[in-house]
């Protein structure tokens, strides 16, 4: 089973939990909205980390459904095809734990984000050799 299936069964349940934890934010934090660094990663509980990877999931499937649907554009320009693809064996729990390893083992590298760490370690090394580029 894909990961894309598997991060789906517990989407609702965390999803609520991080709507509960949304609404108890005050109102100039609820102005910004941040991308997730490695400082605000290391201060997240497990739940709310999964949430935010199930949502991630899900906005990469979307999109990967509707480029399939209409055509994907050439390896060399689909960066939502290389991380669907270079994540696609992945549990949400492997997905955690590299990032997690990740920072733990560049800790002067806590601004770079949560994006940026399953771009440089989980897709690339993972895709073929000629969509790396």
Same mark, same amino acid.
Request: glycine residues 6%; contains cysteine.
């Given at each position: 089973?894909?990961i894309?299936?598997?991060?789906? %069964?517990?989407?609702?349940? %965390?999803?609520?939990?991080?709507?509960? @934890?949304?609404?108890?934010?005050? @109102?100039?934090?609820?102005? !910004?909205?941040?991308?997730?660094?490695?400082?605000?990663? @290391? $201060?997240?509980?497990?739940? #709310?980390?999964?949430? /935010?990877?199930?949502?991630i999931?899900? #906005?990469?499937?979307?999109?990967? #459904? /509707?480029?399939?649907?209409? @055509?994907? +554009?050439?390896?060399?320009?689909?960066?939502?095809?290389?991380? /669907?693809?270079g994540?696609? !064996?992945?549990? #949400?729990? $492997?997905?955690? $734990?590299?990032?997690?390893?990740? /920072? $733990?083992?560049? +800790?002067?590298?806590?601004? !770079?984000?949560?994006?940026g760490?399953?771009?440089?370690?989980?897709?690339?090394?993972?895709?073929?050799?000629?969509?790396?580029?």
């Open positions: 089973m894909s894309h299936r598997r991060w789906a %069964a517990g989407a609702l349940i %965390a999803s609520l939990v991080a709507l509960l @934890g949304l609404a108890q934010t005050s @109102g100039a934090e609820e102005a !910004e909205v941040p991308f997730v660094d490695g400082k605000m990663w @290391g $201060e997240t509980a497990p739940v #709310l980390k999964r949430t /935010y990877l199930v949502g999931s899900n #906005l990469l499937a979307a999109e990967y #459904l /509707y480029q399939k649907k209409k @055509g994907f +554009p050439s390896d060399k320009h689909s960066s939502i095809r290389r991380v /669907y693809e994540i696609d !064996e992945m549990s #949400l729990d $492997e997905c955690i $734990e590299r990032i997690d390893a990740w /920072y $733990e083992k560049h +800790p002067d590298r806590s601004d !770079e984000t949560v994006m760490v399953i771009w440089l370690d989980m897709v690339v090394p993972n895709l073929p050799a000629h969509m790396r580029d």
